[in-house]
């Protein structure tokens, strides 16, 4: 199973920016479909982006605009870069790959608090 590893959160203020990255144990140019997710507290675990294999991208609505979505099969990663970040956009940020044949695959989250 694909090992998923994401980084680059942390606490920042409302109106900031941070970029997240999610880096593949091994190639992604077959998978059809990455996303990230998250999960707040007390919340469920809920859809933030996706991105297929041919760049086809999807958001929430609740980031549309603020949000984008991006990957690299060169490098095995995939990226979140997130402007205008609100309070109630804090919350554990997953990273999701669904390779063929596979079961879907999850990293270990990363934490992102958005707060003054």
């Known amino acids: 199973q694909v090992q998923l590893v994401e980084s680059g959160g942390g606490l920042v203020q409302p109106g900031g920016s941070l970029r997240l990255s999610c880096a593949a144990s091994r190639s992604t140019f077959s998978f059809n479909t990455m996303g990230w997710y998250r999960q707040g507290p007390g919340n469920e675990r809920e859809l933030v982006a996706t991105?297929?294999?041919?760049?086809?991208?999807n958001y929430a609505d609740s980031v549309k605009g603020r949000f984008t979505i991006s990957r690299d099969g060169a490098k095995n990663m995939m990226y979140l870069q997130m402007n205008s970040l609100k309070p109630e956009d804090t919350a554990v940020y997953y990273c999701?790959?669904?390779?063929?044949?596979?079961?879907?695959?999850w990293g270990q989250g990363t934490q992102v608090t958005v707060s003054s």
């Open positions: 991105i297929t294999a041919g760049g086809t991208t």
């Open positions: 999701n790959a669904r390779p063929p044949f596979e079961p879907p695959s």
